[in-house]
């Protein structure tokens, strides 16, 4: 950013690394254009494939290490599915496997220095919450009917309540694209920026040690963070995904 | 954090403003040159350029790319991959443990026919020892019996020579005391005749030779 003032001393723009630029020439950013959006993106399921097509390539009995990550990461999403959402939710679990593996992939690879975080910004994070939302709310009303609404209507409640406790729970149930999103997005903008603003006092040659040992520190929080949210959003999804399963309380 | 999305709601208020105001900029004028500089001044004025809505409609395109094709080829060719590779090896698995069953079912039979053929091979050679006892046994008595007569033979037969012997050195010791008594008798003037020396010498010989 030229226009930027450059005039010595301390800056700190720790939020640069989240614009979005085009990839080739310095355009308009139009729907169409690659982007360093783009290239994450790109990267992030090229990395995912990687991982489960490229590592299982052996089908081995005995597998090797790319191979048992693979497993892994498909028995962990297996086993959440299966534990949470019961049996009939192993119908969805390509796309919530898909959902992990693009989470956990873009959240990792978004902390390679110079790299682009997808998952920090709401537009991407808000589709992926919302494209969970709308999913699960199909599914209920396809499976359950209106049955569906009994999510809404608690059944164990006495009657004075239930309609209080209806109001309060058609709420909960629309903030959750929402808590779903910005849980992702904020932890990944906060951690990223935490980062950057220690780099910036590393400028400084007296707090220079210190600096550096809290973005170290703060890395490795941050590689904890990005799994554990990516486990998270995963999580929910399950959740919501036993919601419309089974509405009744 | 809280404070972090606050300040995201009240910069979105004026990223809006700057995208209106960008909107019509490049509505009005056509030259792109200014389009970009406006488009460049809202990112750098939004502060937030994740509330950058001009960049909106790219995000959500690529990534809407990016999870069509992550999720085809993920659910496709890595996920039935992957499930038959667990369920073969879930297959080795179960195989490998009903052959260790099976194996250990066939070691147990095993063990069990050879205690039982040392059983058998044992109480078959008991019983030829008892038979060879037997026999050995057997023979033994016989031998001890057929000694046992020819020691008793043989002991009769001693017994008989020593009579013999004795009586002969009994009728050796009369002649003996006959002829001395005759010549003690014939040496003193004396003339005995055979029948008084003999009765004498009997008559001696009860009390000494019995």
Redesign the interface.
């Known amino acids: 950013?030229a226009?930027?003032a450059t005039g010595g001393g301390l800056e700190f723009h720790p939020?640069?690394q989240?614009?979005?630029k085009p990839l080739f020439g310095?355009?308009?950013?139009?729907?169409?254009?690659?982007?360093n959006?783009?290239l994450w993106?790109?990267l992030?399921?090229l990395a995912?494939?990687a991982l489960?097509?490229l590592g299982?390539r052996g089908?081995?009995?005995v597998?090797n290490r790319a191979?048992s990550m693979?497993?892994m990461a498909?028995?962990l999403v297996y086993k959440m599915i299966e534990d949470i959402s019961g049996k009939d939710g192993l119908r969805y679990?390509?796309?919530v496997?898909?959902l992990f593996?693009?989470v956990v992939f873009a959240n990792l690879l978004g902390l390679l220095p110079m790299a682009f975080t997808?998952t920090?910004?709401?537009?991407?994070t808000g589709?992926?919450a919302m494209?969970v939302f709308l999913g699960v709310t199909a599914i209920g009303f396809i499976k359950n009917g209106t049955h569906f609404l009994d999510l809404f209507w608690v059944r164990s409640a006495p009657l004075a309540v239930r309609p209080i406790l209806a109001v309060i729970e058609v709420i909960s149930y629309f903030v959750r694209p929402l808590s779903l999103s910005?849980r992702l997005?904020?932890n990944m903008?906060?951690g990223h920026a935490v980062i950057k603003v220690f780099a910036g006092f590393a400028a400084i040659a007296a707090v220079a040690p210190v600096a550096i040992i809290a973005v170290v520190g703060m890395y490795a929080f941050e590689v904890l963070v990005a799994f554990v949210q990516a486990y998270v959003f995963t999580i929910l999804t399950c959740v919501y995904l036993k919601d419309a399963l089974h509405p009744s309380h | 954090m809280f404070s972090l999305l606050q300040e995201a709601a009240h910069t979105a208020v004026e990223t809006t403003e700057g995208v209106v105001v960008h909107d019509e900029a490049a509505h009005g004028a056509d030259a792109a040159t200014h389009g970009v500089d406006a488009a460049g001044h809202a990112a750098e004025a939004a502060g937030l350029p994740q509330l950058d809505i001009a960049t909106f409609g790219n995000q959500i395109f690529w990534l809407v790319v990016t999870l069509v094709v992550l999720y085809l080829v993920l659910s496709r060719i890595a996920l039935p991959r992957i499930a038959s590779v667990l369920s073969d090896r879930q297959g080795a698995v179960t195989g490998d443990l009903m052959a260790a069953e099976e194996f250990k079912q066939k070691a147990k039979e095993a063990e069990a026919a050879y205690d039982k053929a040392l059983a058998d091979a044992r109480s078959e050679a008991q019983a030829i020892v008892a038979q060879n006892r037997a026999e050995i046994q057997a023979e033994l008595d016989a031998a001890i019996a057929k000694a046992d007569a020819e020691i008793s033979a043989r002991t009769a037969e001693s017994e008989a020579r020593i009579r013999e012997i004795r009586a002969s050195a009994d009728e050796s010791a009369r002649e003996v005391a006959r002829d001395v008594t005759a010549q003690l008798v014939a040496s003193f003037g004396g003339n005995a005749d055979d029948a008084a020396v003999s009765a004498a010498v009997e008559d001696r010989m009860k009390g000494a030779v019995q």
């Open positions: 950013m226009t930027e939020m640069d989240f614009i979005v310095a355009g308009e950013v139009h729907w169409y254009t690659p982007t959006v783009t993106l790109a992030t399921a995912a494939i489960l097509v299982t089908r081995a009995i597998p191979q693979a497993e498909y028995g679990f390509p796309y496997l898909t593996m693009f997808v920090s910004h709401i537009a991407v589709v992926l494209a910005i997005a904020g903008i906060a």
